[in-house]
Nanobody, 119 residues
Framework: QVQVVESGGGLVQPGGSLRLSCVAS????????MKWYRQAPGKERELVASISTAGDNTAYADSVKGRFTISRDNVKYTVYLRMDNLQPDDTAVYYC????????????WGQGTQVTVSS
């Protein structure tokens, strides 16, 4: 059974940092593109960052470029999202997504982790 589990969320002051982690199990991790999405109250879910299977290609939403860094460890079956200079607009539930690089119907989501940026 596939499981995708996020952790690392919490309350942080503006300008602070957090690192989210997402551990996947029950799948061949190296075959999956990994993505972080977020959803703020009253807003649609948006793609924040993505990383290719080998970790050699990354992409970011314009709103987080230069502040967020996505990375992965294919030995630990883990993807990370380092978030620096956090702002109140970054407040959202952050979701991890695993999407098979070939069989695009194989897609899995985590349950989400709350990030709140407030003074």
């Amino acid at each position: 059974q596939v499981q995708v589990v996020e952790s690392g969320g919490g309350l942080v002051q503006p300008g602070g940092s957090l690192r989210l982690s997402c551990v996947a199990s029950g799948l061949t991790f190296r075959n999956y593109d990994m993505k972080w999405y977020r959803q703020a109250p009253g807003k649609e879910r948006e793609l924040v960052a993505s990383i290719s299977t080998a970790g050699d290609n990354t992409a970011y939403a314009d709103s987080v470029k230069g502040r967020f860094t996505i990375s992965r460890d294919n030995v630990k079956y883990t993807v990370y999202l380092r978030m620096d200079n956090l702002q109140p607009d970054d407040t959202a539930v952050y979701y991890c997504n695993a999407l098979h690089r070939v069989v695009r119907s194989l897609e899995y989501w985590g349950q989400g982790t709350q990030v709140t940026v407030s003074s």
